[in-house]
């Protein structure tokens, strides 16, 4: 019987990757030592990419990006563990040309990464998120309906209850914190996501966003916006160790989140 392996897996919203390697990313990383690391809102088109980035260490990479207008989303996977398929079009042109997923098919579990819309510009494109979430959702249940294991990594641009902002009441009626939102992840509660920060701190306040404005980073007034959630099972059989965010590694608006799973 092989014996079983720790691996950690790492989330981070870089806010532009070009941005992000002027301010000591790779030693970021390189701390961090992620067995997968999971990027949004990178801003980079295929043609833009390093050298340097499509390959560091001992990591393969798998990219999406936005076909709809450029230095805009993003998504990429590096992983040192071979995925056994990776998707990046689901058939869905609308969601498609953004650049938001990439799905990648483990042995135990498969993993999505994904940069969620952000709903706060218009209301035409908080329905474009609630539409992706809703779309999101349905995708996913036929996976589950088929027997396989979730982890859903990313950005979701949205505070789930009260504890996960600094000031819950003057955001109720702003995007990233409206009930309309909220209830979605509270759907995915009941559909049997398991938050795993929550699950293993439940009274814990820590952040991963904070906005640009108002010294907000330097006075902790933060939004925890990026999560871990897994299907209930990988909780169940012990898969899930431990959760946790880096809120002292800086180099975006948003911190790192990360994952501990044994397989």
């Not at 980079?44 to 990006?65: A, C, H, M, T, V």
């Not at 993003?74 to 953004?98: C, M, N």
Request: overall charge negative; hydrophobic content about 35%.
């Amino acid at each position: 019987m092989s014996e079983k392996k720790r691996l950690k897996l790492i989330s981070w919203n870089v806010n532009g990757f070009r941005a992000v390697l002027k301010k000591d990313f790779f030693d970021s990383v390189t701390g961090m030592d992620p067995d997968i690391l999971m990027l949004q809102e990178t801003k980079l088109q295929e043609d833009q990419r390093s050298d340097q980035i499509i390959r560091f260490g001992d990591y393969e990479s798998f990219w999406n990006y936005s076909t709809v207008k450029k230095g805009y989303s993003g998504v990429v996977s590096y992983t040192r563990i071979a995925p056994e398929t990776v998707t990046t079009q689901f058939g869905k042109p609308e969601y498609d040309g953004e650049g938001r997923i990439i799905r990648m098919d483990f042995e135990p579990f498969i993993l999505f990464n994904i940069y969620f819309p952000n709903g706060q510009m218009s209301d035409e494109r908080l329905s474009y998120k609630l539409g992706f979430y809703d779309w999101f959702l349905d995708y996913a249940q036929k996976l589950r309906d088929e027997g396989n294991s979730l982890i859903v990594t990313g950005d979701f641009n949205t505070a789930h209850n009260e504890i996960d902002l600094k000031n819950p009441a003057p955001n109720a009626k702003r995007s990233g914190f409206l009930r309309i939102e909220r209830d979605i992840l509270d759907k995915m509660v009941n559909m049997g996501y398991v938050d795993t920060f929550r699950h293993f701190y439940p009274e814990a306040v820590e952040y991963s966003w904070w906005s640009y404005r108002f010294n907000a980073r330097k006075n902790n007034a933060g939004w925890r916006i990026d999560y871990f959630f897994v299907t209930r099972d990988l909780i169940e059989n012990n898969i899930v160790k431990d959760s946790f965010i880096y809120n002292d590694i800086f180099g975006s608006d948003h911190c790192p989140v990360g994952l501990v799973v044994e397989v």
